[in-house]
């Protein structure tokens, strides 16, 4: 089946530094991949659209200056989060998805900032 | 996007059929529903979808009632693995509309 991982699974930052996620499809090619962020009991909020070798569709509220996302292949896509705060501390998932097929989630990625 | 209704939690026995339902009243007509589980710590993980009938695979059934305004997601003997939100998502068939946004869910709680 088609697996999507995500490296570091768990990662802890200071406040003011950047930090690096990264989404890949192991054993398919995904032409579109998501990004989504999922606070404490709080249900996934997605965060960004991203298709291979283009510019990622953020959605409302997000900021793209904050949460650079670079989608350079189709098996890899990179989340950074620059000048990380408290209030960045989520778990950020990414998912990927191949035309016509189903959408596949990531692990997940626990982020906290000290 | 066509917006899902689902309880906010449920409670069932291991061994026991559960049936975990969902509304949605404004769907169009190119809606497909689908459900997708969240164990806790992971990523969601994939379960059915139909458009207009009933459809059965390894892990669930999916009910779809025949104005397709409500379904139904049927684990037929539940275990304590499956404890896990459940979110019932539409998703439109049409090309380009292909990100999922994800309701509250309904949180699944199986006794031993």
């Known amino acids: 089946g088609a697996v999507v991982s995500q490296h570091p699974s768990w990662v802890i930052c200071k406040s003011g530094t950047s930090v690096k996620i990264e989404c890949r499809s192991l054993d398919f090619q995904a032409t579109t991949m998501f990004w989504y962020r999922q606070f404490p009991k709080q249900s996934l909020m997605l965060m960004a659209t991203s298709n291979e070798g283009s510019k990622a569709t953020y959605e409302q509220g997000v900021e793209k200056d904050k949460f650079l996302i670079n989608h350079a292949s189709l098996t890899l896509s990179t989340l950074t989060v620059t000048s990380a705060h408290p209030e960045d501390s989520s778990f950020y998932i990414c998912?990927?998805?191949?035309?016509?097929?189903?959408?596949?989630f990531g692990p997940g990625t626990r982020l906290t900032v000290t | 996007d066509a917006k899902t209704t689902q309880p906010n939690s449920m409670e069932s026995n291991e061994e026991e059929p559960v049936h975990l339902p969902c509304n949605h009243s404004t769907i169009s007509g190119t809606d497909y529903i689908h459900w997708y589980r969240q164990l806790p710590s992971q990523g969601p993980e994939y379960v059915i979808h139909?458009?207009?009938s009933n459809v059965n695979n390894r892990m669930a059934s999916l009910a779809i009632a025949e104005d397709r305004k409500s379904s139904t997601l049927i684990l037929h003997r539940a275990t304590l693995r499956d404890a896990a939100v459940y979110y019932c998502i539409l998703r439109p068939l049409i090309q380009g509309a292909q990100k999922l946004v994800f309701g509250q869910g309904t949180r699944l709680t199986i006794n031993p």
């Open positions: 998912s990927a998805r191949r035309t016509g097929y189903e959408q596949y």
């Open positions: 139909g458009l207009t």
